[in-house]
Nanobody, 116 residues
Framework: QLQLVESGGGLVQPGGSLRLSCGTS????????IAWFRQAPGKEREPVAC????????NYADSVKGRFTISRDTVKNTVYLQMNSLKPEDTAVYYC?????????WGQGTQVTVSS
């Protein structure tokens, strides 16, 4: 069982930046494709960005292209989501998801609030 832990959320003003981290407790992320999702109040959970197990391939939702960057550090066993030029509509709980073959695991989420 893979236990994912997100961190880095918080309150930021519009135009600001945050970096979210997704790590594990006692396991490795090697071999897993990782995705970030978010869920705003009253809305469905939606994909934000994903990165392949090798880190060579990334994809982004249209709403975050050019503002968010997903990356992974195999030494630190962590996947990051760098979020720049944040907007109020980016406010949501952000979750990371790890997938390998037919197995998928979710973290508990971290709150991001963009407000002045």
């Amino acid at each position: 069982q893979l236990q994912l832990v997100e961190s880095g959320g918080g309150l930021v003003q519009p135009g600001g930046s945050l970096r979210l981290s997704c790590g594990t407790s006692g396991s490795t992320l090697d071999g897993y494709g990782i995705a970030w999702f978010r869920q705003a109040p009253g809305k469905e959970r939606e994909p934000v960005a994903c990165i392949s197990s090798s880190g060579a391939s990334t994809n982004y939702a249209d709403s975050v292209k050019g503002r968010f960057t997903i990356s992974r550090d195999t030494v630190k066993n962590t996947v990051y989501l760098q979020m720049n030029s944040l907007k109020p509509e980016d406010t949501a709980v952000y979750y990371c998801k790890a997938r390998l073959l037919f197995n998928a695991y979710w973290g508990q989420g971290t709150q991001v609030t963009v407000s002045s």
